[in-house]
T-cell receptor, first 109, second 114 residues
Framework: GQNIDQPTEMTATEGAIVQINCTYQ??????LFWYQQHAGEAPTFLSY????GLEEKGRFSSFLSRSKGYSYLLLKELQMKDSASYLC??????????FGKGTTLSVSS | DGGITQSPKYLFRKEGQNVTLSCEQN?????MYWYRQDPGQGLRLIYY???????QKGDIAEGYSVSREKKESFPLTVTSAQKNPTAFYLC?????????????FGPGTRLTVL
């Protein structure tokens, strides 16, 4: 079966660094995606990992360890606009993305 | 501009009525998807289609039906058999299923059944 786990909520202050973890158990693996979703809006793509290691994209980085079934999203220099839900999703071979329940991040000043 | 459109943004229906949600894309993507989102539940896959005239059930297909007669269109019908239809419905597309292709999402339709 499929199981993707993320913390439900996290809080942080402006300018700080936050790490959102994601663990997964799936029958196949063909990549891990991170999406950002503001309340009432559609998810938007942030990053993709298929090989082990760190992918950096500006203030956002994502890490993957396939042997541990583990990923994290690292957000640096937090801004108020980063307050949103962050969704971890896994693609099994030839199928749609399977999403975790999401982590709601609240950034305060 | 290329993208995915869903209409309407808000939809109200009486209990027992079927309702069809529209999803259109002009990205020339082969694959299309329907997800449902409830508070605290994340996105759950209803149906997906890898190519015209083909579709597969996702994790929560009961009470829903789809068609894929055209590459650009993937409408979702919420039938009266769906026990809890009130939710936020998101349509997505990608170049194909699998591989490195990200899924692009439409703006969503919020369905409320009274």
């Amino acid at each position: 079966g499929q199981n993707i786990d993320q913390p439900t909520e996290m809080t942080a202050t402006e300018g700080a660094i936050v790490q959102i973890n994601c663990t997964y158990q799936t029958s196949g693996f063909n990549g891990l995606f991170w999406y950002q979703q503001h309340a009432g809006e559609a998810p938007t793509f942030l990053s993709y990992n298929v090989l082990d290691g760190l992918e950096e994209k500006g203030r956002f980085s994502s890490f993957l360890s396939r042997s541990k079934g583990y990923s994290y999203l690292l957000l640096k220099e937090l801004q108020m606009k980063d307050s949103a839900s962050y969704l971890c999703a896994v693609r099994e071979a030839g199928t749609a993305l399977i999403f975790g329940k999401g982590t709601t991040l609240s950034v305060s000043s | 501009d290329g993208g995915i459109t869903q209409s309407p943004k808000y939809l109200f229906r009486k209990e027992g009525q079927n309702v069809t949600l529209s999803c259109e894309q002009n990205l020339n993507h082969d694959a299309m998807y329907w997800y449902r989102q409830d508070p605290g539940q994340g996105l759950r896959l209803i149906y997906y289609s890898q190519i015209v005239n083909d579709f597969q059930k996702g994790d929560i297909a009961e009470g829903y039906s789809v068609s894929r007669e055209k590459k650009e269109s993937f409408p979702l019908t919420v039938t009266s058999a769906q026990k809890n239809p009130t939710a936020f419905y998101l349509c997505a597309s990608s170049i194909r299923t699998g591989g490195l292709d990200e899924q692009f999402f439409g703006p969503g339709t919020r369905l409320t059944v009274l």
